[in-house]
Nanobody, 116 residues
Framework: QVQFVESGGGLVQPGGSLRLSCAASGSIFSIHAMGWYRQAPGMQRELVAVVTSGGMTNYADSVKGRFTISRDNAKNTVYLQMNSLKPEDTAVYYC??????????WGQGTQVTVSS
């Protein structure tokens, strides 16, 4: 069972940028789709971005045009570049396989807070 460790979160002002990283404990080469999820206080966890092994990407409407997901199979790492951040992007961000039906365990996540 591959496990994931997220990092790169922090406090940023509206309009700022952050780059999140997700390090896998094993190879992600054979994992078809990897996703970044987020959970805001009092809200359900939601999928915000997906990248397939072939490099195809898909985004939630709320982040489209602002976030970019990528994966480096050689480094067993998935990234989320977040630009033009808004207060509503505040959440704990997690990475894991996609779709979520295949997920058996979650990492600690990384906190992103967008505030002036």
């Amino acid at each position: 069972q591959v496990q994931f460790v997220e990092s790169g979160g922090g406090l940023v002002q509206p309009g700022g940028s952050l780059r999140l990283s997700c390090a896998a404990s094993g190879s992600i080469f054979s994992i078809h789709a990897m996703g970044w999820y987020r959970q805001a206080p009092g809200m359900q966890r939601e999928l915000v971005a997906v990248v397939t092994s072939g490099g195809m990407t898909n985004y939630a409407d709320s982040v489209k045009g602002r976030f970019t997901i990528s994966r480096d199979n050689a480094k067993n790492t998935v990234y989320l570049q977040m630009n033009s951040l808004k207060p509503e992007d505040t959440a704990v961000y997690y990475c894991n396989v996609s779709p979520s039906a295949y997920i058996t365990t979650w990492g600690q996540g990384t906190q992103v807070t967008v505030s002036s």
